[in-house]
């Protein structure tokens, strides 16, 4: 997409110059020059060649010490692509604004910024994290949890409905009224199965309607007894969110799959020449000398092309369900 394409879905440049100040607040920025540089051949006409990459690194609750790691992977690429590439750490909506302002061409997003990034900029997920410790390789579930010793059934193969019904007049707490696994996703399924309308209609069903701030908050909650279940994501039952003895106080009592893993999002205007330099540079991070770079980030072992629309796909039907906009 363009620039003038993008200033149309835009907001005004006063509410674009503060998402600047913001976006420069969030995090140091570092720049890493190669020895010699090359402008990429090929650039569409209407777009100015590319000579510096910027990538956007979202903060997470599992990742520590973020802007030297995000500096050794710019510095990484800066060697492969053979050109500056700067590395800046913020958020995900700071993250998405930027790639909508021309101020970063990469970003690691959710798939819900994923969605909002294709929206705004025209950009789109090119290739998603594996973790260890997901399901699905790179899919995870969404899961309901609640105390080991409570009267509420975990039933394998029951419905949704029949599963989730239990719920009613119970109290949950869920992770942020933002989260994917632990909101977004778990409302898409009690709408789905006809329990609830939409997200607006949970306390017609709930007893008790709560967000912990986070996964450790809403696993807390219930932990404490202060709600019945919780929603969150399935890496979330063990460090650094919770201890493994507390992990073993609770159970899950039903799950939801196929949640679409965070992934690597390239705006429009890079090239398409451009762009397979850039994934081919990332999926070098797979390699076991490189590997070390990409765990360090996220926990991630892995990089795996995927197709946007595909991937994508549950979340965008979850948010649709909830009445939540994209």
Same mark, same amino acid.
Request: charged content about 20%; cysteine-free; aromatic content about 6%.
């Given at each position: 997409?363009?620039?003038?394409?993008?200033?149309?879905?835009?907001?005004?440049?006063?509410?674009?110059?503060?998402?600047?100040?913001?976006?420069?607040?969030?995090?140091?920025?570092?720049?890493?020059?190669?020895?010699?540089?090359?402008?990429?051949?090929?650039?569409?006409?209407?777009?100015?060649?590319?000579?510096?990459?910027?990538?956007?690194?979202?903060?997470?609750?599992?990742?520590?010490?973020?802007?030297?790691?995000?500096?050794?992977?710019?510095?990484?690429?800066?060697?492969?692509?053979?050109?500056?590439?700067?590395?800046?750490?913020?958020?995900?909506?700071?993250?998405?604004?930027?790639?909508?302002?021309?101020?970063?061409?990469?970003?690691?997003?959710?798939?819900?910024?994923?969605?909002?990034?294709?929206?705004?900029?025209?950009?789109?997920?090119?290739?998603?994290?594996?973790?260890?410790?997901?399901?699905?390789?790179?899919?995870?579930?969404?899961?309901?949890?609640?105390?080991?010793?409570?009267?509420?059934?975990?039933?394998?193969?029951?419905?949704?409905?029949?599963?989730?019904?239990?719920?009613?007049?119970?109290?949950?707490?869920?992770?942020?009224?933002? %989260? @994917?696994?632990?909101?977004?996703?778990? $409302?898409?399924?009690?709408?789905? *199965? !006809?329990?609830?309308? &939409? +997200?607006?209609?949970?306390?017609?069903?709930?007893?008790?309607?709560?967000?912990?701030?986070?996964?450790?908050?809403?696993?807390?909650?219930?932990?404490?007894?202060?709600?019945?279940?919780?929603?969150?994501?399935?890496?979330?039952?063990?460090?650094?969110?919770?201890?493994?003895?507390?992990?073993?106080?609770?159970?899950?009592?039903?799950?939801? %799959? @196929?949640?679409?893993?965070?992934?690597? $999002?390239?705006?429009?205007?890079? *090239? !398409?020449?451009?762009? &397979? +330099?850039?994934?081919?540079?990332?999926?070098?991070?797979?390699?076991?000398?490189?590997?070390?770079?990409?765990?360090?980030?996220?926990?991630?072992?892995?990089?795996?092309?995927?197709?946007?629309?595909?991937?994508?796909?549950?979340?965008?039907?979850?948010?649709?369900?909830?009445?939540?906009?994209?």
């Amino acid at each position: 997409m363009t620039r003038s394409k993008k200033g149309l879905l835009g907001v005004s440049a006063g509410l674009l110059a503060l998402a600047g100040l913001a976006f420069g607040s969030v995090g140091m920025r570092a720049i890493a020059n190669p020895t010699s540089t090359q402008k990429e051949p090929g650039l569409v006409a209407q777009n100015p060649p590319i000579t510096t990459l910027r990538i956007v690194l979202p903060s997470r609750s599992d990742s520590t010490d973020l802007q030297n790691k995000a500096n050794r992977l710019a510095a990484f690429l800066s060697a492969e692509l053979k050109m500056p590439v700067q590395a800046t750490v913020g958020d995900d909506t700071a993250a998405v604004e930027a790639l909508r302002a021309n101020r970063a061409e990469i970003s690691f997003l959710n798939s819900r910024g994923a969605i909002k990034a294709q929206k705004l900029a025209n950009a789109r997920m090119y290739l998603a994290e594996v973790r260890s410790n997901y399901s699905g390789r790179f899919t995870y579930r969404s899961i309901f949890v609640v105390p080991k010793d409570s009267p509420l059934k975990t039933q394998r193969g029951a419905s949704a409905r029949v599963a989730l019904g239990q719920l009613r007049g119970r109290r949950i707490a869920f992770t942020s009224p933002t %989260s @994917g696994s632990g909101f977004i996703v778990p $409302v898409g399924e009690l709408v789905k *199965s !006809g329990l609830v309308p &939409n +997200r607006d209609r949970l306390g017609n069903f709930f007893g008790q309607v709560s967000y912990g701030g986070g996964y450790s908050g809403a696993l807390q909650a219930v932990l404490r007894g202060q709600a019945d279940v919780a929603a969150v994501s399935e890496y979330t039952l063990g460090a650094p969110y919770i201890t493994a003895e507390e992990a073993q106080r609770l159970r899950i009592l039903y799950s939801i %799959s @196929g949640v679409p893993a965070h992934g690597i $999002v390239i705006d429009d205007r890079v *090239s !398409g020449q451009m762009r &397979n +330099r850039i994934i081919a540079a990332l999926l070098k991070l797979n390699q076991s000398k490189n590997n070390s770079l990409l765990r360090d980030l996220y926990n991630s072992t892995e990089l795996v092309p995927v197709n946007h629309d595909t991937h994508v796909k549950p979340m965008l039907e979850a948010l649709q369900r909830a009445g939540i906009e994209p």
